[in-house]
């Protein structure tokens, strides 16, 4: 799994010189990776019932992005925050990820699962750079939904999601 994990990190750094968004890249390898799949949309599912598990350095790397989403609600809930706010919750989001695909070690069903999470977070944060704030604030929402995605799907124990109303 963990050379699944330095392809990522090397198809995000490609994108990231490239011009690419990451979410374009990424799409492009998870569609590589399962060609086999094709015509069938990835969804995200319970381990046999059961949330899937986590590891420590998941678990921090979410809860770091939570929180830092969490601590700029009072800007994002007035309509307040500025481009350059939302541009910096989307480097502290990328920058959790990164952790996450460098540290974290799951069960390779449970780190595709976690991909499609990813995803949508890494979509997010890309909005969230842009230059358009109505488009911030869907990626700020998209985040929020991917989080309580990991919530309902992921065994983080004490975990919390993050409420985003305007």
Same mark, same amino acid.
């Given at each position: 799994?963990?050379?699944?994990?330095?392809?990522?990190?090397?198809?995000?750094?490609?994108?990231?010189?490239?011009?690419?968004?990451?979410?374009?890249?990424?799409?492009?390898?998870?569609?590589?990776?399962?060609?086999?799949?094709?015509?069938?949309?990835?969804?995200?599912?319970?381990? %046999?019932?059961?949330?899937?598990?986590?590891?420590?350095?998941?678990?921090?790397?979410?809860?770091?992005?939570?929180?830092?989403? =969490?601590?700029?609600?009072?800007?994002?809930? =007035?309509?307040?925050?500025?481009?350059?706010?939302?541009?910096?919750?989307?480097?502290?989001? %990328?920058?959790?990820?990164?952790?996450?695909?460098?540290?974290?070690?799951?069960?390779?069903?449970?780190?595709?699962?976690?991909?499609?999470?990813?995803?949508?977070?890494?979509?997010?944060?890309?909005?969230?750079?842009?230059?358009?704030? =109505?488009?911030?604030?869907?990626?700020?929402?998209?985040?929020?939904?991917?989080?309580? %995605?990991?919530?309902?799907?992921?065994?983080?124990?004490?975990?919390?999601?993050?409420?985003?109303?305007?």
């Amino acid at each position: 799994m963990f050379a699944q994990w330095k392809k990522i990190i090397a198809i995000l750094s490609a994108a990231a010189l490239l011009g690419l968004g990451a979410k374009t890249a990424l799409a492009q390898e998870h569609n590589h990776a399962h060609e086999h799949d094709a015509g069938k949309p990835a969804l995200l599912t319970l381990n %046999n019932g059961k949330k899937w598990a986590t590891d420590d350095n998941l678990r921090q790397g979410m809860s770091r992005i939570r929180d830092a989403l =969490s601590s700029e609600l009072p800007a994002i809930h =007035s309509g307040k925050a500025t481009a350059e706010q939302y541009r910096a919750l989307a480097q502290k989001t %990328n920058d959790q990820i990164t952790f996450m695909v460098k540290t974290c070690k799951l069960e390779q069903k449970a780190d595709a699962a976690l991909h499609l999470i990813l995803v949508d977070i890494i979509a997010g944060t890309d909005a969230m750079s842009g230059q358009d704030g =109505s488009e911030a604030l869907k990626g700020a929402e998209k985040v929020v939904h991917a989080l309580d %995605n990991y919530g309902i799907y992921f065994d983080h124990p004490g975990w919390h999601g993050v409420k985003l109303s305007h």
